[in-house]
């Protein structure tokens, strides 16, 4: 199928680490990338590639894959860190882009 | 530092017309496939159209295939997404990005809305 399917909220303590996940199909195939936006910003990419971080993007995030499934983890979220997450990838096709619905994330 | 800057958002009636401008600058524009993607409001993230860094191929989404033509100026480092034949769902911020598979960086977002 051509979608990508997120949670559409999660939750962590400050400090603690947490996943947010991403399932396709299409992962299977082509690369996952994530996106952070915070309220009324524009989103930012923040994994690239499966597992590359942008300059200026902290090490504690960091990406996986495993079939049809990829990961965004923050290891030690931080407070700045809440915001809402996307996942974006390709269709089977590998002509269209795709989305996820999005994560929000929330940090206690 | 690479910036994108869009403009043309408006209020529009449905069934009208919008062009929207993307200023690059910052990199070498023509070196690359850029994206307009667009996001209604309390929504997702909903890619819309990609060109290549000549022009030569572009895709749309099914959403706007037929009603939507982008295109840009390489001289003029810019980007470009005429909107006719405007619905109520294309009500959205729509932003541009440059595309290498992954889009970063984006703009700050234009904000369309069709509404009578």
């Known amino acids: 199928s051509s979608e990508l399917t997120q949670d559409p909220a999660v939750s962590v303590a400050l400090g603690q680490t947490v996943r947010i996940t991403c399932q396709g199909d299409?992962?299977?195939?082509?690369?996952a990338r994530w996106y952070q936006q915070k309220p009324g910003q524009a989103p930012v990419l923040v994994i690239y590639?499966?597992?590359n971080r942008p300059s200026g993007i902290p090490d504690r995030f960091s990406g996986s894959s495993s079939g049809n499934t990829a990961s965004l983890t923050i290891t030690g979220a931080q407070a700045e860190d809440e915001a809402d997450y996307y996942c974006?990838?390709?269709?089977?096709?590998?002509?269209?882009?795709?989305f996820g619905g999005g994560t929000k994330l929330t940090v206690l | 530092q690479v910036q994108l800057v869009e403009s043309g958002g408006g209020l529009v009636k449905p069934g009208g017309s919008l062009r929207l401008s993307c200023a690059a600058s910052?990199?070498?524009?023509?070196?690359?496939?850029m994206s307009w993607i667009r996001q209604a409001p309390g929504k997702g993230l909903e890619w819309v159209s990609y060109?290549?860094?000549?022009?030569?191929?572009?895709y749309y989404a099914d959403s706007v295939k037929g009603r939507f033509t982008i295109s840009r100026d390489n001289a003029k480092n810019s980007l470009y997404l005429q909107m006719s034949s405007l619905r109520a769902e294309d009500t959205a911020v729509y932003y541009c990005?440059?595309?290498?598979?992954?889009?970063?960086?984006w703009g700050q977002g234009t904000l369309v809305t069709v509404s009578s």
């Open positions: 990005a440059r595309d290498l598979q992954s889009f970063d960086p």
């Open positions: 299409s992962l299977r195939s082509y690369y």
């Open positions: 590639d499966k597992n």
């Open positions: 974006n990838s390709r269709d089977s096709s590998g002509n269209h882009p795709l």
């Open positions: 060109i290549s860094s000549s022009g030569s191929t572009i």
């Open positions: 910052g990199f070498t524009f023509s070196d690359y496939y």
